[in-house]
Each structure stands twice: as structure tokens, then as C-alpha cells.
């Protein structure tokens, strides 16, 4: 990704590249197998590239999700362009292990050479399938048991397994695996259970991991919603620190808990985490979230929720989502989804005719994934780009940011903002929430009292 910044920031340290030019898709450094730079910050947010075994990381990076190795809609060619164009992207070893299975993706040199992709691949370990397929699920110390929702078959996953599995895919990040419970749980000696488990968990992934100097082993940070000093995301987080991995995840949220609940979770693990490793906010996705978490210093972000909604015909904006399907959209013949945005589908297509696609087949849905895509790591780039000029460049982007948004949601409610720069109704938990990250919302009407619910669209 690179910087759209034309406005005389300094530069970045020129860094030795790991990955010559040219260079196969298998190709993988002897050491180290992860280098982290900070490059720039405001306070806590952070500027940083990550070096991975194949090609560098600019962060604050999103990871679009290619579960079984593939992005619904999207080839690897049309990923590569220069619209998109992601420098890393996510598959899941449960659904790999499945289908096409790793043992037939090691035959053939990796997931990289599987799918053709050049860059850098990170997997997740198999254990949010705890939650999304917990009727499918026994969890037990030795590992996870699922039943295959194609054929019904059992599948054992331990935390050796999971390795096993990420070590044949090849990844360039793997994920442990971790005792995942559902954030919404109200049975507090169940997260004690899991908060435990994943660190004893995590000690056997990084035993039983045989290529550290060409794959990274992230730990996750679990312990619910407990944020009280020495509770259990303070026992998790001191626990994974003493560990030393290459870097950390935040992880058991975006289950349905509160916005208040939730940033005070990632608000607690950053400050915590080690300054000079990278931070990766697992399963969040809304524009609105990486905005406010990128400010509190998450580094990393991986959701389903981009391609996911574009399958509905949702398009994404920083005014908020634009319902391609509504009949509002048929009569804009000349109106892209966002003019501000220069990509592929912005420049080619109307609402109107996209309003149409979605209507006819599977083109539809195809044009606004690549639009939903674009969106996201552009918003990436620009939230980079703020923090990279420094002075107050980030606070105004995202002050920016939430006067285009609330503005947006002023106007379809029928509420007039009183003056320009007004923010309008931001919700209570984004005040709070950035004013930790040491950003001031100008101070106007007010909704919501931090208690929206993380499984549900702020936009």
C-alpha cells in the first residue's frame, strides 16, 4: 500500500526489502521471519510496516478474507490491481483442512502457489468455528472436535493439528489456536476456563511449531469483557507478553457486546501490548471501528463484513452504507457510489446501472465486493498517509471522518446540523473511546449511551 501523502511529510527509512523482485511465490527468508518499524504515530496510533517472508506490511492494514483461499468474487488478477491490490490476505485452516485439504496444498507447495498469490498469507487457527459452529463442537482440553457441515464426518483439531495444518498452508502469520467463547457469555467460570486453556494452548502451538524462522506464531489475547486490574484479560495479556510471539491478537470480540464493553477491551490490550510488535484486532471490520481503534493503536484488522455485505448490494462510504437495491438508486444514472472514490466501479458505474447488475446475476454483487474492497483499504491508506504527516493531520482525518458520517445519518433522520465542522450526534462510546486515544470530538448533540451492540451495523 502506499502512502497518498503530497503534502511534504517526511519520508520513510528506506529498508532492505526481504523479498527480492522477481522472486517465486514459495520463496521464504532464512531470518528473521517478521521485522516491525514504526515510522510514524500520534499519539497512540501508529504508522508501522511489518516485514514478512513475502513483502512488506504498511500498517494500519485491513486483511480482506479469503476463507477457503479464494475471495467470493474477486480473482487473484482483479486483487492484484492497483485498486486493490492488499499486501496480505486471510484463509482459515478449519475450512482448508476440509476443502481441498493440506496435505494436497503442501503436494503443491503451499497456499501460495495453490492460489496463485504472491504476497503475504495469514491463516486463522480453526477456533472461532467454537462459536460459529458450536452445535458442530465438543471442546475439551485435548482439542476441539468438529462435525464436518459437508459430509458429517468428525474432524479433531488440536492445537498440534492446527500447526500441522498452518505449517503445510505456509502462511506467513498463523494464528494459535484459542479457546474461543462467545463475548456475550454470562458464565464467568467458563471464560476462566478458556482464558487459561488458550495459554496452556499456546504452549503446545509454539512447541509444536517446526518453522519458526519462515512463519510467525501470533498469540491471542482472550479473558471476555473483564477489564478490572488483574482480571482476566490482565492475566491473559501478561501471561502472552512473557511468551514473547512475534506479535499478538486481540481476540474473543465483535460477538454482540457493547461498544462500551468492546473499545474498553482493545483500549485495555493496547496500552499493554509490547510497543514494538505488531497489534491485530481480530473479526472487525466496520469503518467506523477501525477508525476509532486505529486512534486507540490497533495495527491489524480482518472481517468478512466488505464482501459479505456487497452480496446484499450494500456499498461502503465514509457518509455510511449507500442500499444499492433500494429504487432511490434506480433514477441516479450519473451518480457513482461515491464520488470521492477512484475506483474500477466508481468511474465505470452509476447507482442506477449498478441498481440493475444486482438485479440480473452475480455481476452486480462481484462490481460492489471490488468497490467494498477498494473502500476499505483506501480508508487504510488515508488514515496511514494522517499519521505519517503528522502535527494534528490524524485528528482532523478523523474528526473529518465522523462530521462526513454523523452529517450523512443527520440527514436521512432529519436532522439539520447547526454549523459547518459540527460532528452531529456521534454516540457517546466514540467520544469516550477517542478521547482515551487523546482526540477531542467537537462537543454537539449526542446519541446513543454506549451501549450499541457489537453484531450490529453502526452505519
Same mark, same amino acid.
Given at each position: 500500500?502506499?502512502? %497518498?501523502?503530497?503534502?511534504?511529510?517526511?519520508?520513510?527509512?528506506?529498508?532492505?526489502?526481504?523479498?527480492?523482485?522477481?522472486?517465486?511465490?514459495?520463496?521464504?527468508?532464512?531470518?528473521?521471519?517478521?521485522?516491525?518499524?514504526?515510522?510514524?504515530?500520534?499519539?497512540?496510533?501508529?504508522?508501522?510496516?511489518?516485514?514478512?517472508?513475502?513483502?512488506?506490511?504498511?500498517?494500519?492494514?485491513?486483511?480482506?478474507?479469503?476463507?477457503?483461499?479464494?475471495?467470493?468474487?474477486?480473482?487473484?488478477?482483479?486483487?492484484?490491481?492497483?485498486?486493490?491490490?492488499?499486501?496480505?490476505?486471510?484463509? %482459515?485452516?478449519?475450512?482448508?483442512?476440509?476443502?481441498?485439504?493440506?496435505?494436497?496444498?503442501?503436494?503443491?507447495?503451499?497456499?501460495?502457489?495453490?492460489?496463485?498469490?504472491?504476497?503475504?498469507?495469514?491463516?486463522?487457527?480453526?477456533?472461532?468455528?467454537?462459536?460459529?459452529?458450536?452445535?458442530?463442537?465438543?471442546?475439551?482440553?485435548?482439542?476441539?472436535?468438529?462435525?464436518?457441515?459437508?459430509?458429517?464426518?468428525?474432524?479433531?483439531?488440536?492445537?498440534?493439528?492446527?500447526?500441522?495444518?498452518? %505449517?503445510?498452508?505456509?502462511?506467513?502469520?498463523?494464528?494459535?489456536?484459542?479457546?474461543?467463547?462467545?463475548?456475550?457469555?454470562?458464565?464467568?467460570?467458563?471464560?476462566?476456563?478458556?482464558?487459561?486453556?488458550?495459554?496452556?494452548?499456546?504452549?503446545?502451538?509454539?512447541?509444536?511449531?517446526?518453522?519458526?524462522?519462515?512463519?510467525?506464531?501470533?498469540?491471542?489475547?482472550?479473558?471476555?469483557?473483564?477489564?478490572?486490574?488483574?482480571?482476566?484479560?490482565?492475566?491473559?495479556?501478561?501471561?502472552?507478553?512473557?511468551?514473547?510471539?512475534?506479535?499478538?491478537?486481540?481476540?474473543?470480540?465483535?460477538?454482540?457486546?457493547?461498544?462500551?464493553?468492546?473499545?474498553?477491551?482493545?483500549?485495555?490490550?493496547?496500552?499493554?501490548?509490547?510497543?514494538?510488535?505488531?497489534?491485530?484486532?481480530?473479526?472487525?471490520?466496520?469503518?467506523?471501528?477501525?477508525?476509532?481503534?486505529?486512534?486507540?493503536?490497533?495495527?491489524?484488522?480482518?472481517?468478512?463484513?466488505?464482501?459479505?455485505?456487497?452480496?446484499?448490494?450494500?456499498?461502503?462510504?465514509?457518509?455510511?452504507?449507500?442500499?444499492? $437495491?433500494?429504487?432511490?438508486?434506480?433514477?441516479?444514472?450519473?451518480?457513482?457510489?461515491?464520488?470521492?472514490?477512484?475506483?474500477?466501479?466508481?468511474?465505470?458505474?452509476?447507482?442506477?446501472?449498478?441498481?440493475?447488475?444486482?438485479?440480473?446475476?452475480?455481476?452486480?454483487?462481484?462490481?460492489?465486493?471490488?468497490? %467494498?474492497?477498494?473502500?476499505?483499504?483506501?480508508?487504510?491508506?488515508?488514515?496511514?498517509?494522517?499519521?505519517?504527516?503528522?502535527?494534528?493531520?490524524?485528528?482532523?482525518?478523523?474528526?473529518?471522518?465522523?462530521?462526513?458520517?454523523?452529517?450523512? $445519518?443527520?440527514?436521512?433522520?432529519?436532522?439539520?446540523?447547526?454549523? $459547518?465542522?459540527?460532528?452531529?450526534?456521534?454516540?457517546?462510546?466514540?467520544?469516550?473511546?477517542?478521547?482515551?486515544?487523546?482526540?477531542?470530538?467537537?462537543?454537539?448533540?449526542?446519541?446513543?449511551?454506549?451501549?450499541?451492540?457489537?453484531? $450490529?451495523?453502526?452505519?
Amino acid at each position: 500500500m502506499g502512502d %497518498n501523502n503530497s503534502t511534504g511529510a517526511p519520508s520513510e527509512p528506506t529498508l532492505p526489502p526481504l523479498v527480492p523482485e522477481g522472486t517465486p511465490p514459495s520463496f521464504t527468508p532464512a531470518s528473521p521471519a517478521l521485522c516491525f518499524h514504526i515510522h510514524g504515530r500520534w499519539r497512540r496510533a501508529r504508522a508501522a510496516t511489518v516485514h514478512l517472508p513475502h513483502g512488506p506490511l504498511a500498517t494500519p492494514v485491513f486483511m480482506p478474507v479469503g476463507t477457503k483461499g479464494t475471495i467470493k468474487g474477486i480473482p487473484t488478477e482483479q486483487l492484484l490491481h492497483e485498486d486493490l491490490s492488499p499486501q496480505i490476505i486471510l484463509g %482459515n485452516t478449519y475450512h482448508l483442512a476440509l476443502q481441498p485439504g493440506t496435505e494436497l496444498l503442501e503436494e503443491m507447495g503451499g497456499l501460495h502457489e495453490f492460489m496463485q498469490w504472491p504476497r503475504n498469507l495469514l491463516t486463522d487457527s480453526g477456533g472461532f468455528q467454537m462459536v460459529s459452529l458450536l452445535a458442530l463442537a465438543e471442546i475439551t482440553e485435548e482439542g476441539v472436535r468438529f462435525q464436518s457441515p459437508v459430509d458429517g464426518t468428525q474432524m479433531l483439531l488440536t492445537p498440534e493439528m492446527s500447526i500441522s495444518h498452518q %505449517n503445510r498452508i505456509g502462511s506467513d502469520i498463523m494464528m494459535q489456536l484459542d479457546d474461543v467463547v462467545s463475548s456475550v457469555t454470562v458464565d464467568h467460570a467458563r471464560f476462566v476456563e478458556a482464558t487459561a486453556r488458550s495459554i496452556r494452548w499456546l504452549d503446545r502451538c509454539r512447541k509444536a511449531h517446526s518453522r519458526p524462522r519462515e512463519q510467525n506464531l501470533f498469540g491471542i489475547i482472550q479473558g471476555g469483557l473483564d477489564t478490572s486490574p488483574g482480571g482476566l484479560r490482565d492475566e491473559c495479556l501478561t501471561a502472552m507478553v512473557a511468551r514473547d510471539c512475534p506479535g499478538y491478537a486481540i481476540g474473543g470480540l465483535a460477538g454482540g457486546e457493547s461498544k462500551e464493553a468492546f473499545w474498553k477491551v482493545v483500549a485495555q490490550c493496547t496500552a499493554a501490548l509490547p510497543e514494538g510488535k505488531p497489534r491485530y484486532l481480530m473479526g472487525v471490520g466496520y469503518p467506523l471501528d477501525l477508525v476509532v481503534c486505529t486512534a486507540l493503536g490497533v495495527d491489524m484488522y480482518d472481517c468478512v463484513y466488505p464482501t459479505r455485505t456487497a452480496r446484499f448490494g450494500v456499498a461502503l462510504r465514509d457518509a455510511g452504507v449507500l442500499k444499492l $437495491k433500494n429504487k432511490a438508486c434506480a433514477g441516479e444514472e450519473k451518480q457513482a457510489i461515491d464520488p470521492s472514490c477512484g475506483c474500477m466501479v466508481c468511474r465505470h458505474y452509476s447507482q442506477a446501472a449498478l441498481h440493475r447488475l444486482l438485479k440480473s446475476g452475480a455481476l452486480g454483487c462481484q462490481l460492489v465486493t471490488y468497490h %467494498n474492497l477498494a473502500y476499505m483499504l483506501g480508508l487504510m491508506r488515508r488514515m496511514r498517509s494522517a499519521i505519517m504527516q503528522g502535527g494534528q493531520a490524524f485528528p482532523r482525518f478523523v474528526v473529518r471522518f465522523l462530521t462526513t458520517h454523523y452529517a450523512s $445519518k443527520n440527514r436521512e433522520e432529519g436532522v439539520e446540523c447547526r454549523r $459547518k465542522g459540527e460532528c452531529g450526534m456521534v454516540p457517546e462510546w466514540v467520544r469516550e473511546a477517542l478521547a482515551v486515544a487523546g482526540i477531542d470530538v467537537p462537543d454537539q448533540s449526542q446519541e446513543g449511551n454506549g451501549h450499541d451492540q457489537g453484531g $450490529k451495523d453502526p452505519f
